[in-house]
């Protein structure tokens, strides 16, 4: 059997003040948002999510969810190019960054990884297809109900 090499006392004293310097150190090398301090919510708690059909009412439907802390809306779907971006503009001025991508094809939205919930405001008819295809695409949807009794 072999020696077992001892460590000197001026190794271990210079390992020990470099762990301490890393766990006082840590918080300032993490920002507060991340580790989810000072009012903010850290990132993997956030709600991610997406918007299919931003005319008024999933403008305003919208709205709300940007009003929460714990969400983030990331992306955009509409068929008119003009409110897609008009939309995108309201987001990113929100959040200070270009973050929110545009999209005119409700599949493109639907198939992102990150996103977890997909907000469906589309006309009526519209409401089945998007919304199977966000919850086929493990989504949770937030839908607005139709203003009507019947299908005919």
Same mark, same amino acid.
């Not at 072999?2 to 006392?9: A, D, L, P, V």
């Not at 931003?54 to 709205?63: E, F, H, R, S, Y």
């Given at each position: 059997?072999?020696?077992?090499?001892?460590?000197?006392?001026?190794?271990? $004293?210079?390992?020990?003040?470099?762990?301490?310097?890393?766990?006082?150190?840590?918080?300032?090398?993490?920002?507060?948002?991340?580790?989810?301090?000072?009012?903010?919510?850290?990132?993997?708690?956030?709600?991610?999510?997406?918007?299919?059909?931003?005319?008024?009412?999933?403008?305003?439907v919208m709205g709300?969810?940007?009003?929460?802390?714990?969400?983030?809306?990331?992306?955009?779907?509409?068929?008119?190019?003009?409110?897609?971006?008009?939309?995108?503009?309201?987001?990113?001025?929100?959040?200070?960054?270009?973050?929110?991508?545009?999209?005119?094809?409700?599949?493109?939205?639907?198939?992102?990884?990150?996103?977890?919930?997909?907000?469906?405001?589309t006309a009526d008819?519209?409401?089945?297809?998007?919304? $199977?295809?966000?919850?086929?695409?493990?989504?949770?949807?937030?839908?607005?109900?139709?203003?009507?009794?019947?299908?005919?």
């Amino acid at each position: 059997m072999g020696k077992k090499k001892m460590i000197s006392r001026r190794r271990f $004293l210079t390992g020990a003040a470099g762990l301490s310097a890393a766990a006082v150190g840590f918080p300032y090398l993490v920002s507060s948002s991340a580790l989810g301090k000072a009012g903010n919510v850290a990132a993997s708690n956030r709600i991610i999510v997406g918007c299919i059909g931003v005319g008024p009412q999933g403008t305003g439907v919208m709205g709300n969810f940007l009003r929460q802390k714990d969400a983030r809306v990331v992306a955009i779907c509409d068929l008119k190019k003009q409110r897609r971006q008009t939309v995108q503009n309201i987001v990113n001025k929100h959040y200070q960054d270009t973050g929110c991508r545009t999209y005119e094809d409700f599949r493109e939205l639907v198939a992102r990884d990150d996103i977890d919930v997909v907000l469906v405001a589309t006309a009526d008819h519209w409401h089945v297809l998007t919304s $199977l295809a966000a919850v086929k695409s493990g989504k949770d949807v937030y839908m607005e109900k139709p203003m009507g009794l019947s299908v005919t």
